[in-house]
């Protein structure tokens, strides 16, 4: 099976930046695609971006196009997830997640989850 674990979560002030890894182990990369969701507090889960599998492409949530930009090296088992010019909306706990192939907006569609890592950007 597919195990995930982010890591790289932390304080930060606003207009900071932070790199959020997902870390596979249990099966190879290769064939999964990578969804970023957070969950702010009182607020439902939402997809922040994701890279497929096949093609390589990449998807944003538009409130982080410009400013979070995904990747992944499957020679070391991680995605990334660059976030810079952070703002305190951005504030929740960033989850990882993986299903075969292409990417989908919907929790349901994955398969693989981690435990997320908390980001909080604040002053």
């Known amino acids: 099976q597919l195990q995930l674990v982010e890591s790289g979560g932390g304080l930060v002030q606003p207009g900071g930046s932070l790199r959020l890894s997902c870390a596979a182990s249990?099966?190879?990369?290769?064939?999964?695609?990578i969804a970023w969701f957070r969950q702010a507090p009182g607020k439902e889960r939402e997809g922040v971006s994701c890279v497929n599998s096949i093609g390589g492409t990449t998807n944003y949530a538009d409130s982080v196009k410009g400013r979070f930009t995904i990747s992944r090296d499957n020679a070391k088992h991680t995605v990334y997830l660059q976030m810079n010019s952070l703002k305190p909306e951005d504030t929740a706990v960033y989850y990882c997640?993986?299903?075969?192939?292409?990417?989908?907006?919907?929790?349901?569609?994955?398969?693989?989850w981690g435990q997320g890592t908390q980001v909080t950007v604040s002053s």
């Open positions: 997640a993986a299903r075969l192939s292409y990417c989908s907006g919907y929790m349901a569609g994955y398969d693989y």
């Open positions: 249990g099966l190879t990369l290769d064939y999964y695609a």
